[in-house]
T-cell receptor
Framework: DGGITQSPKYLFRKEGQNVTLSCEQN?????MYWYRQDPGQGLRLIYY???????QKGDIAEGYSVSREKKESFPLTVTSAQKNPTAFYLC?????????????FGAGTRLSVL | AQSVTQLDSQVPVFEEAPVELRCNYS??????LFWYVQYPNQGLQLLLK??????LVESINGFEAEFNKSQTSFHLRKPSVHISDTAEYFCAVENTGFQKLVFGTGTRLLVSP
């Protein structure tokens, strides 16, 4: 089945620790996105990538980093600089960001701080 | 800058009753409009979209939304809801050619027997 796989489903971070959230897609989509979801705030864009080896900051990139070495993979690292990382993180992809941008979402990773 | 307003954070309704979830957007250019649904602890699923053409768009499970350019609205409606429609619904907008979605804060639909 084609889709977007996020892992792990739940993740715990200790203070001062970096953690990496995985996002893999087998839809052959060019563009990939990371969002943060907090209660009552909707989704906010962290980073996005339109092609391999290129990515752009979204609205709340501080304290996060990404890489796009392969078309199917777009991992997100939550660094120790992110002081309030507890949230639900969603990865999405779209076939062609210039072609009506219908995004497909993974099931999410819930990150908590110990 | 674009923005999306979903005024109702929560809408309680009885099963088989009609429902309307409101969405207003601000944009000075042409837009694409979307409704996504999120079930508990899951990702978002596309419910329906307006890209061009007919201003009334429908989903396969009975929801519909109407694009109203003069009122900058894209309200979601269903004539008769089911318990299984209980979820959070997000409205989203994209300026044509801009490549990024802007989401509203979501409306939680609670359907009770």
């Amino acid at each position: 089945d084609g889709g977007i796989t996020q892992s792990p489903k739940y993740l715990f971070r200790k203070e001062g620790q970096n953690v990496t959230l995985s996002c893999e897609q087998n839809l052959n989509h060019d563009a990939m996105y990371w969002y943060r979801q907090d209660p009552g705030q909707g989704l906010r864009l962290i980073y996005y990538s339109q092609i391999v080896n290129d990515f752009q900051k979204g609205d709340i990139a501080e304290g996060y980093s990404v890489s796009r070495e392969k078309k199917e993979s777009f991992p997100l690292t939550v660094t120790s600089a992110q002081k309030n990382p507890t949230a639900f993180y969603l990865c999405a992809s779209s076939m062609d960001p210039l072609a009506k941008n219908i995004q497909y979402f993974g099931a999410g990773t819930r990150l908590s701080v110990l | 800058a674009q923005s999306v307003t979903q005024l109702d954070s929560q809408v309680p309704v009885f099963e088989e009753a009609p429902v309307e979830l409101r969405c207003n957007y601000s944009s000075s250019v042409s837009v694409y409009l979307f409704w996504y649904v999120q079930y508990p602890n899951q990702g978002l699923q596309l419910l329906l979209k307006y890209l061009s053409g007919s201003t009334l768009v429908e989903s396969i499970n009975g929801f519909e939304a109407e694009f109203n350019k003069s009122q900058t609205s894209f309200h979601l409606r269903k004539p008769s809801v089911h318990i299984s429609d209980t979820a959070e619904y997000f409205c989203a907008v994209e300026n044509t050619g801009f490549q990024k979605l802007v989401f509203g804060t979501g409306t939680r639909l609670l359907v009770s027997p």
